[in-house]
């Protein structure tokens, strides 16, 4: 009898975490109150291995278990990221205690949880802080990923574009370490915008038009890789859309541009969507996802089941099963270069 395929889950977040990380940014945020510059200090979070195993083994662990998902590409909670709160000094510190959260995570559990990197991004900085933090987490850490906002602004949308000079400092490195990014945005404070129901979602589709527009990213990047999560947002459901304005502006054709640099990943949470998603794009470039204790939490009234259980979407697709595995692992660890060898370590492979 054949082994299953190992089912990697590439996009979770640690949305579960003790009281002890929100009680520090508050206190970040009781600085700012008193100083928009204030200089903060790094300064400690106590939280100990029991709080750690105690917030995880009642909701991640004991849902990879019941879903049968083996290991999760873990970051700190997107929401949470907050660039748009107070200034550099704030966005280092509160990211360096994130990510060492997940890094202890992956010792406690270094069979269900592989990290990736927040980046202190902060609206008035460049990207040379982000880049030392994903160099940091790769080298010391032996993260395999990071996520990159498109908008620390938090809805207001003043940063470049995607394909600017200014994010070459963190498209260098990620080239350097051979790891991609998740396009994620954060909280949004912008009123207009939902933070889930809208802003992530258009934010999605915003960064996949900005790299499909650019005509020398990936050139001057040929290796860079970039997954969009949610399901690619409006992507997938408006592909002829995005196809003839390809042909319009005169670029190659949509499966060229992203065959080898854009990929999506599954959180999307009802079988119509996947099935439309499997059938448009190409396998190669979807990843298994499910942000599971994320977005969306409840139970689905028409099926019964947890609408963020997506391992059963694609369980349901018609998929065959090479195509499977492709999905649940395959294309994932030809995306994360670096996936293979933290596997081999934990004796996944």
Known sequence: MSKAPLI???????????????EYREQQKKELAI?????????????????IRDSLEGAQLKLQNERGTDVTIFSPRASWMGHHIGNQTTSKYWTEHCNELIYRITE???????GAAQ???????????SAAELERTVKEFGFVGCNLSPDPSGGYWTAPPLDDKFYYPIYEKMCELEVPAMIHVSGCCHRCFHTTGSHYLGADTTAFQQLMMSKTLFKDFPDLKFIIPHGGGAVPYHWG??????????????????????????CVYHQEGIDLLLEVVPIENILFASEMIGAVRGIDPMTGHY?????????????NGEDKAKVFNGNTRDVFARLDNRLKEVGLI
């Not at 859309?241 to 990943?265: A, Q």
């Not at 609408?307 to 998929?319: C, H, N, V």
């Open 8 to 22: 990697i889950d590439c996009h979770g977040h640690y949305t579960t975490a003790p009281a002890e990380l929100g």
């Open 35 to 51: 100083d928009p510059l204030f200089d903060h200090v790094k300064g400690i979070v106590n939280i100990s291995d029991d709080q």
């Open 108 to 114: 406690l559990y270094p069979q269900n949880f592989i």
């Open 119 to 129: 980046l202190p991004q902060s609206p008035n900085a460049d990207m040379t802080a």
């Open 241 to 266: 859309r995005f196809r003839g304005l390809c042909d319009m502006m005169n670029l190659p054709s949509l499966t060229e541009i992203i065959e080898n640099n854009i990929y999506f990943d599954t």
């Open 307 to 319: 609408f963020d259980d997506t391992k059963r979407y694609i369980d349901g697709s018609k998929l």
